[in-house]
């Protein structure tokens, strides 16, 4: 009888989790896309604004990415979050840098520049940038939207690559 009962048992779990794997919900079009690993440096893209615009999210078939102190990351397996129309697509096709260190979904918040920002701002911005670099890859950088000639425009929104990864310090104000 004991072992009816473990047999039993054992069987319901087995056709409870079976139906649960069958019965999920479809997967978006954006999760056939070619997974993305972690790339060396040597292999990271430099996005101009307009390039990076390309991955808002608003077409199902294109990876989605954001950036943060001029890095670029690669959202798209957080489509429930980042994609067209869900709560933080504003973030998305852009540097967010001032909007995620003011935690503001203005869309005029939505910009790279972070230097004027409080000491308490600059620490939540280091802080959304550690929890991107571990989540998401990082896949490349954004140049500053600024740049109006060659010269300008190859060069990445960051000096120095290590730059992007340093905290930010709050200046003293004398």
């Given amino acids: 009888m004991f072992q009816f ?11 409870y989790y079976l139906k649960r794997c069958l019965s999920s919900p479809t997967v978006p079009a954006v999760s056939k896309l070619p997974s993305t690993s972690p790339i060396s440096p040597k ?15 608003s077409d199902p078939t294109r990876p989605i990415y ?3 102190k001029g890095d670029v990351f690669d959202v798209t397996r ?9 709560s933080y697509n504003l973030f998305t096709g852009k540097d967010a840098s001032r909007a995620l260190a003011k935690m503001s979904l203005n869309l005029e918040d939505c ?40 010269a ?9 690559p290590a730059e992007s990864n340093k905290p930010l310090e709050a200046k003293k104000v004398e």
């Fill in 66 to 68: 954001l950036a943060i």
């Fill in 5 to 15: 009962l473990v047999i039993g048992s054992a069987a319901v779990v087995v056709l």
């Fill in 152 to 160: 300008a425009q190859d060069t990445p929104a960051v000096d120095a």
């Fill in 78 to 86: 957080a489509v429930d979050f980042y994609g067209k129309g869900n």
């Fill in 43 to 57: 292999e990271q893209k430099v996005f101009t604004p307009a390039e990076l615009a390309e991955f808002d999210g």
């Fill in 111 to 150: 910009v790279p520049d972070y230097e004027d920002l409080s000491w308490g701002e600059k620490d939540s911005l280091n802080a959304w940038y550690a929890s991107f670099s571990q989540k998401y890859p990082r896949i490349g950088k954004v140049l500053r939207s600024n740049s109006h000639d060659k």
